[in-house]
């Protein structure tokens, strides 16, 4: 294994230990073999939890995203689930503006607290995503919290029966296309600057896009942002800048948090598909 690899490896290793160290215990991810065979029992869990193939996101330790029209069907029970592996969170796009969306993706995880917080964190973050006009819905469904346009809502993390109907009524988000080209993209997070006393940070978030799609994009986003902000990485009054790159690999820049994924082209290699770097004094 190469030294780039290791790194990889390591850091696709620590997210498991961070989020599931039963996990850890259960399978030897210091191998390839280890975290494949780790991905395997969480794609597993997935698929016993109320949702379809193709509802969920492509993770490098389980879970896919494939995008398509269908409606979602509900599997038959959750009984002898782990509350984490059944707990998701819905997020319903009407537009994409994509810093928006990043900045009001980090609001609706600094809104979590308790157990839903730490569930959700056990869960991968695992999300689903849906294509919908918010301003339609929300008479139906109870949103957590909505961007402050209108353009996107989020409804639990919770027990996936929790948003069974709205995941039934909409359509998953299709965005199959290759992500757009774009400059660096800043945003604040919002809310009172130093509510966790400290001042507040900046950090850049590199996007690979080589061979990335819209869709794919959000899931790396979602990811890195929602579980930045669940381990007091990224807070209130942050500046964060995505940065788009065609491959991290060759990026000088120090990372605080990596997304690993599997390299598709080249079978048994990993990618980094994001990275979030370490914080700099804010200007």
């Known amino acids: 294994m190469t030294p780039t690899q290791e790194r990889l490896r390591q850091a696709a290793a620590a997210r498991i230990r961070t989020a599931r160290p039963d996990l850890a215990g259960r399978f030897d991810l210091a191998s390839a073999d280890g975290l494949l065979a780790a991905q395997a029992a969480l794609r597993a869990a997935a698929q016993g939890t109320g949702s379809r193939p193709g509802e969920g996101d492509r993770d490098a330790n389980g879970g896919g995203l494939a995008p398509k029209t269908g409606h979602i069907e509900d599997t038959e029970g959750t009984k002898g689930v782990d509350a984490a592996e059944d707990t998701v969170a819905a997020v319903v796009i009407g537009r994409l503006d994509l810093a928006r969306w990043a900045r009001s993706t980090c609001a609706f995880a600094l809104s979590l607290t308790g157990e839903r ?16 006009n918010p301003a339609n819905l929300r008479d139906r469904f109870a949103f957590a919290h909505t961007a402050d ?56 978030l590199y996007l690979a896009t080589a061979g ?20 007091g990485l990224i807070t209130h009054g942050d500046a964060v800048t995505i940065r788009q790159v065609p491959r991290l690999m060759g990026v000088s820049a120090s990372f605080a948090a990596l997304r690993v994924t599997a390299e598709t082209t080249l079978p048994g290699r990993l990618r980094a598909a ?4 370490e914080e700099t004094p804010l200007d």
């Open 117 to 132: 917080a730490a569930l959700w964190r056990r869960s991968f973050t695992r999300t689903v995503f849906l294509a919908g």
């Open 149 to 204: 346009d209108g353009s996107a809502a989020w409804a639990g993390p919770g027990p996936a029966s929790e948003t069974a109907a709205l995941r039934r009524l909409l359509k998953l988000f299709h965005g199959d296309a290759a992500l757009p080209a774009a400059p660096d993209l800043t945003f604040r997070v919002p809310g009172r600057a130093g509510a966790m006393d400290r001042a507040p940070v900046h950090r850049h």
């Open 212 to 231: 990335c799609s819209v869709s794919e994009a959000l899931v790396h986003l979602n990811h890195v942002l929602a579980e930045a902000v669940l381990d």
């Open 274 to 277: 994001a990275g979030l770097t």
